[in-house]
């Protein structure tokens, strides 16, 4: 659990309102405070504001700004760069090919989600 209420927990970005949503619901079930954010842009506009999470959950696939090109902009931004990031995608490509911390693969096994934000948060 999130031990500072005044810290958002966990960013997820992902660009399915679906799973923002169904993640949102079983994270906060589990006590942990959640933003959401359809994009890599937005994850970082919403990071390069001043808000540090203790893990970001991140889809490869999206628009505007996928995963690949999100984590190389955070790994170039010493502010947010060591900020812990975890895959969560369908895709089956490696974790190393965006420098992650995890990969949870899609569909997605909650108690392998729920071990891997422990190491974290």
């Not at 999206?62 to 812990?84: H, L, N, S, T, Y």
């Not at 969560?88 to 729920?114: N, S, W």
Request: net charge negative; with cysteine.
């Amino acid at each position: 659990m999130n031990a500072d209420p005044n810290c958002p927990g966990i960013l997820v970005v992902d660009d399915d309102p679906d799973i923002r949503e169904s993640l949102r619901e079983v994270l906060e079930d589990e006590g942990h405070s959640i933003v959401c954010v359809s994009n890599g842009r937005e994850a970082l506009d919403y990071l390069r504001s001043g808000m540090r999470p203790c893990v970001i959950l991140l889809d490869l696939m999206m628009p505007v700004m996928d995963g690949w090109q999100f984590r190389r902009e955070q790994k170039q931004d010493p502010a947010i760069a060591d900020i812990p990031l975890i895959v969560i995608t369908a895709t089956g490509k490696r974790p190393v090919l965006v420098d992650a911390d995890e990969l949870v693969m899609k569909p997605l096994d909650l108690t392998r989600l729920f071990d891997a934000i422990d190491r974290y948060c």
